[in-house]
């Protein structure tokens, strides 16, 4: 990951993106952190493991959930899987 002032960032915008392509491109300000500038095939990437977080976060509290269970040989029978 390589940082660059915005400024600096602002002058060589062409190259800033073609960087992004290999690693991601901090941008600051005054020294702070203020934006990050990524290829859209990284972003994408995380926004597909963000989803996938989403979707484990909802299973576990899903089974957080109290209640009674249902035993396995009767979801089974159930489906007609038996």
Same mark, same amino acid.
């Given at each position: 990951?390589?940082?660059?002032?915005?400024?600096?960032? /602002?002058?060589?915008?062409?190259?800033?993106?073609?960087?992004?392509?290999e690693?991601? #491109? #901090?941008?600051?300000r005054?020294?702070?952190? =203020?934006? =990050?500038?990524?290829?859209?095939? /990284?972003? *994408?990437?995380?926004? +597909?493991?963000? +989803?996938e977080?989403?979707?484990?976060?909802?299973?576990? +509290?899903?089974?957080?959930?109290?209640?009674?269970?249902?035993?396995?040989?009767? =979801?089974?029978? *159930?489906?007609?899987? +038996?």
């Amino acid at each position: 990951m390589s940082s660059i002032p915005i400024s600096e960032a /602002r002058a060589n915008l062409p190259a800033v993106i073609a960087s992004s392509a290999e690693e991601a #491109v #901090v941008l600051e300000r005054r020294g702070r952190r =203020v934006a =990050v500038v990524i290829s859209p095939e /990284r972003y *994408d990437e995380l926004l +597909e493991a963000w +989803e996938e977080l989403e979707d484990v976060a909802a299973f576990d +509290e899903a089974m957080a959930e109290a209640g009674p269970t249902i035993p396995w040989s009767t =979801v089974k029978a *159930d489906l007609g899987w +038996e």
